[in-house]
T-cell receptor, first 115, second 113 residues
Framework: IAGITQAPTSQILAAGRRMTLRCTQDMRHNAMYWYRQDLGLGLRLIHYSNTAGTTGKGEVPDGYSVSRANTDDFPLTLASAVPSQTSVYFCASSREAGGGTDTQYFGPGTRLTVL | GNSVTQMEGPVTLSEEAFLTINCTYTATGYPSLFWYVQYPGEGLQLLLKATKADDKGSNKGFEATYRKETTSFHLEKGSVQVSDSAVYFC????????????FGTGTSLTVIP
């Protein structure tokens, strides 16, 4: 079944550690996104990528980095995790970036706890 | 700026009751508007969308009408089922940067038999 996979499902991490959240889609979508979901705040965009080789900053990019070496993968890295990065992280993709009313498809999420 | 405000939950309804979840937005121009649903333990799924004023999005018995004059996109369903229990998110897509979606805080709905 086509879709988006994320790994790990959940993770407990010590503050100061480096962590990479993985995201892979098999729909050949050009655009990909990372969101964090926090209670009372909804979803906030961290970073996005219009197409392989390009990335952009969203609403809350500080403390996070991304790369887009190919169409399918869009890893999110926390270089030095802090407790405020405790959240549920969702990866999403859409067929095109910037066109019409393109729908975003979401992965199942990664629950990250930073102690 | 751009923002979405939706009614706070949680909302608890009996099966077959009428549902309304309010959503209002602030944006420049004419953004596209969306409702997403999140079932327990899953990611968000698109429920319906509307691209211009007076458009009505509909899916699975849910409806929402894009009201430019009141900057609203309220979600309605005439008769809810237990399987509709989920968290519902209203969202807008920026006109200036179509990569940028703004989501509301979500409204939790529980439908009891």
């Amino acid at each position: 079944i086509a879709g988006i996979t994320q790994a790990p499902t959940s993770q407990i991490l010590a503050a100061g550690r480096r962590m990479t959240l993985r995201c892979t889609q098999d729909m050949r979508h050009n655009a990909m996104y990372w969101y964090r979901q926090d209670l009372g705040l909804g979803l906030r965009l961290i970073h996005y990528s219009n197409t392989a080789g390009t990335t952009g900053k969203g609403e809350v990019p500080d403390g996070y980095s991304v790369s887009r070496a190919n169409t399918d993968d869009f890893p999110l890295t926390l270089a030095s995790a802090v407790p405020s990065q405790t959240s549920v992280y969702f990866c999403a993709s859409s067929r095109e970036a910037g066109g019409g009313t393109d729908t975003q498809y979401f992965g199942p999420g990664t629950r990250l706890t930073v102690l | 700026g751009n923002s979405v405000t939706q009614m706070e939950g949680p909302v608890t309804l009996s099966e077959e009751a009428f549902l309304t979840i309010n959503c209002t937005y602030t944006a420049t121009g004419y953004p596209s508007l969306f409702w997403y649903v999140q079932y327990p333990g899953e990611g968000l799924q698109l429920l319906l969308k509307a691209t211009k004023a007076d458009d009505k999005g509909s899916n699975k018995g849910f409806e929402a009408t894009y009201r430019k004059e009141t900057t609203s996109f309220h979600l309605e369903k005439g008769s809810v089922q237990v399987s509709d229990s989920a968290v519902y998110f209203c969202a807008l897509r920026r006109v200036e940067n179509r990569n940028q979606f703004y989501f509301g805080t979500g409204t939790s709905l529980t439908v009891i038999p």
